[in-house]
């Protein structure tokens, strides 16, 4: 049975390439962007595709988009949150308008796509939510803290959205963290801190050299990555988080490592505070 996908940031990338592979193993595919309503993909008719406008920053865009596709397609079974972009810079380099945009975007307009496929997923018994966060949602990257930090905070509210719903409403959700792919979130997409706002302190940090070095020569395949997002819609039961890419396979697998040695580390600190410690302790 062919299911219906509704994905955000299609005009490039791994949006753009999940859309096609949906399209070509016979499902149907509402494909958001800015200029969404012009976009064409090879495999798509009138009867298994729709462009649709969308800019996550407006909630009245949000929910007007979710009702064209909703009518056009009669349900929504998979909502990918692609849409999003990266700022880099060293943080007192970055101005309150550029960290705010990248929470409106990132975070914000997440909240709001989330909002609107939770309530047509829980009438009809079922979906699927996907958060494309990254790698720094759960590893700090120099140069990314409001990047990361946008992440961080989908993760967390992913984690939790996903322990309130009722289990009998059948939707679940996948947080996929990939590492560094070959797409355009590193070279035209990007947006760094203003040259005339660069704190002298940070003579030592380029952001936007670092990017273009990286650029075009990460590890990550973007149709692999979105063949692995598609595939991770179809399965029962998707788990709550999965890396991408080996290189953040090797980061989490550090990550964790170095998590459960300062867990231990803290140990006898972090119990000492419970109100009835003294009794245990003499006891």
């Given amino acids: ?144 803290s409001t990047y990361c930090a946008s992440k961080w905070a989908v993760e967390g509210f992913t984690e939790t959205l996903s322990k309130e719903v009722k289990p009998e409403w059948g939707i679940k959700f996948t947080c996929i963290e990939p590492g560094g792919f070959r797409t355009e979130w590193a070279g035209g997409n990007m947006i760094f801190n203003k040259p005339e706002n660069k704190c002298k302190a940070y003579d030592h940090l380029d952001a936007e050299a670092n990017a273009k070095k990286r650029h075009g020569t990460q590890v990550g395949d973007p149709r692999r990555g979105a063949q692995a997002m598609f595939d991770l819609a179809l399965q029962a039961e998707p788990p709550l988080r999965i890396v991408l890419g080996s290189d953040a396979f090797a980061a989490i697998e550090g990550k964790l490592k170095t998590y459960g040695e300062n867990v231990e580390k803290g140990k006898k600190i972090s119990l000492s505070t419970d109100v009835d410690e003294d009794k245990k302790v003499k006891a």
């Fill in 1 to 144: 049975m062919s299911k219906v996908f509704f994905i955000t940031g299609c005009s490039s990338g791994f949006g753009n390439e999940y859309v096609q592979i949906a399209l070509e193993a016979g499902h149907k595919v509402a494909a958001a962007g800015r200029s969404g309503s012009k976009l064409s993909f090879s495999s798509a008719t009138k009867d298994n595709f729709l462009g649709v406008d969308l800019d996550v920053t407006s909630a009245s865009s949000v929910h007007a988009a979710f009702e064209q596709a909703h009518k056009h397609f009669g349900r929504i079974d998979v909502l990918c949150n692609n849409a999003g972009y990266g700022l880099a810079g060293e943080f007192e380099s970055l101005t309150e308008a550029q960290y705010r945009k990248q929470f409106d975007v990132n975070v914000f307009g997440l909240f709001e796509c989330t909002r609107a496929a939770l309530a047509i997923m829980r009438e009809q018994g079922g979906g699927v939510i996907q958060q494309i966060t990254s790698i720094g949602g759960q590893i700090g990257v120099p140069l990314y």
